[in-house]
């Protein structure tokens, strides 16, 4: 009778230390770039839930979630691929797959991870469970702006070569691959539209983008915006912008527009300009409010303690706000009724409500850069 008791008393106390059970769908995740680890959030009563240590260079480092949003894969300047935990606030494992690497992308089935390199150059296929390596795409080239596109495709664009390469990967160990030529000169970053339809890379060298529409590739690119800035002096470039699918709101894509204190608004019917919208600097990312109503910028220096909120239906600056010193990345959770918002420099996150722009929270963080929110595992492009 007494072991009876013991094992009972065991078993109680066995299930007091479980940790409850929850879901991931409100979590994400806050690079700490300097200190080489990711803090863990939750955005339901957005608080900070746990770090994760030993990530190696996150000076411009990205992140993607496999399909059940449990895991994160970590992409360091350092060549480092990490999968992380969300749930056990843990490495789950972790390669060094280049000597500088620049993102990466998952799969459209989640089975595959692909990590984009500078040094040296192409890409590396890996088994999203093991991280064992599967395939690799030499380029001779830097890549840039890799994203995930429909039929397990990754699309990415070589800087020096001026080029777009669609990489099918539905033979992960044997990858076929479409070369798309003379697209323009340096383009810098690219990302998949939302429908998954088309990849737009931005030009460096030149003022336009170069466009391909994913279901017919045989096409080529063909420029857009070409010569947007045509008999104006540009200024000085202090940061380069970014672009991904985030720019898309209903039938527009907004667009940093390169060394200009304004965003370029691309009908995506015509794909033709629909209008700019002056700004108060230099943008670096232009990300729509889910639902589309709203496009929150960011930019570079001088100006970079401030966010311009634009309306899409008026077609200009609403709102400007002043989250922290050195703003540097913007997320909003999956409906649209935060913004989550790092201040490198004020070493914390702000956190807004969309409504009304009252500020909801500020968490302490380590020299914040990037905010990844799980949402982005169920989205084309990220």
């Known amino acids: 009778m007494k072991r009876a008791v013991q094992l009972l008393l065991l078993a109680l106390l066995a299930g007091c230390s479980t940790a409850p059970l929850r879901g991931t769908g409100d979590l994400g995740v806050v690079v700490e770039r300097a200190a080489g680890r990711i803090m863990l959030v939750e955005t339901t009563r957005r608080t900070a839930i746990g770090r994760v240590d030993g990530l190696g260079d996150l000076s411009h480092a990205s992140v993607v979630f496999s399909r059940d949003a449990r895991y994160a894969y970590v992409f360091g300047r350092d060549g480092g691929l990490t999968k992380v935990d969300l749930l056990g606030a843990r490495i789950e494992r972790r390669v060094i797959q280049s000597g500088n690497a620049i993102g990466g992308a998952i799969s459209q089935d989640g089975r595959l991870v692909a990590a984009a390199n500078y040094t040296p150059g192409g890409i590396r296929i890996f088994d999203a469970g093991t991280l064992e390596l599967l395939s690799e795409v030499p380029t001779g080239a830097k890549v840039v702006g890799i994203a995930d596109a429909p039929g397990n495709r990754f699309v990415f664009s070589l800087f020096e070569a001026g080029e777009i390469w669609i990489v099918d990967a539905s033979d992960p160990k044997n ?208």
Not at 252 to 279: C, K, M
């Open 175 to 382: 990858p076929s691959t479409t070369r798309l030529a003379a697209v323009g000169k340096q383009p810098y970053d690219g990302f998949v539209t939302p429908d998954g339809r088309h990849y737009i890379a931005g030009l460096y060298g030149e003022d336009g983008l170069a466009l391909v529409d994913l279901w017919h590739p045989e096409r080529g690119a063909r420029r857009v915006l070409q010569g947007y800035g045509r008999g104006e002096e540009p200024l000085p470039v202090f940061k380069m912008p970014h672009l991904r699918g985030w720019a898309a709101a209903g039938r527009y894509l907004f667009l940093p527009a390169i060394g200009r204190h304004e965003v370029l608004v691309l009908d995506r019917v015509s794909w033709t300009e629909a209008a700019r919208i002056p700004l108060r600097g230099q943008p670096v990312f232009a990300v729509a409010q889910p639902g589309g109503r709203r496009v929150w910028i960011n930019f570079a220096l001088p100006h970079n303690d401030a966010v311009q909120v634009v309306d899409v239906d008026a077609m200009k600056v609403v709102k400007e706000l002043r989250p922290g010193r050195a703003v540097l990345h913007l997320e909003f959770t999956p409906r649209g009724e935060q913004a989550w918002i790092s201040s490198r420099d004020d070493d914390a996150v702000a956190v807004y409500d969309t409504a009304t722009y009252a500020e909801l929270a500020r968490l302490s963080a380590e020299k914040p850069s990037g905010i990844f929110l799980t949402s982005r595992a169920a989205m084309t492009g990220f």
